[in-house]
C-alpha cells in the first residue's frame, strides 16, 4: 500500500519507484476520453524518474492535445462504482475547458 501524497507538489516531485502500484487517470478534455495508465508500466519504459518528468509528454491519441485533468489514483477505479471500493487520489493537473473549434 502507497501512502497518499499530501498535495499536488509532493505527488509530482515523487519517483515513480515510490508509487509503484497507483495508476494516472488520464482525460482528455476535447473528447472526454479517459484513460487509465499503471504507473509500474511506465517505470519499466522511462525509468525511475520524477512523476512531474513523465506528465508533459502525455498527449491525446485523437487531437495531440495534453491531457486535463490528470489523477493519481491509488487504484485503477477512482469513484464508486462496481468492484472493489476506489482509494485515494490526487488531482495533479485541473481540468480544462477547451476551446471552441
Not at 476535447?30 to 508500466?41: A, C, K, M, N, S
Not at 487504484?75 to 464508486?80: A, D, E, H, L, N
Amino acid at each position: 500500500m502507497v501512502a497518499k501524497p499530501l498535495s499536488t507538489e509532493a505527488a509530482l516531485d515523487v519517483r515513480l519507484s515510490t508509487l509503484a502500484g497507483c495508476w494516472l487517470e488520464l482525460r482528455c478534455p476535447r473528447h472526454q476520453g479517459i484513460v487509465l495508465y499503471p504507473l509500474d508500466l511506465l517505470r519499466r519504459q522511462h525509468g525511475d524518474r520524477p512523476l512531474r518528468a513523465i506528465l508533459a509528454r502525455f498527449r491525446c491519441q485523437r487531437c495531440g492535445g495534453p491531457p486535463s485533468p490528470v489523477y493519481l489514483c491509488e487504484t485503477p477505479q477512482r469513484v464508486p462504482g462496481h468492484g472493489a471500493p476506489p482509494g485515494w487520489s490526487v488531482e495533479l493537473r485541473a481540468p480544462v475547458i477547451p476551446r471552441p473549434t
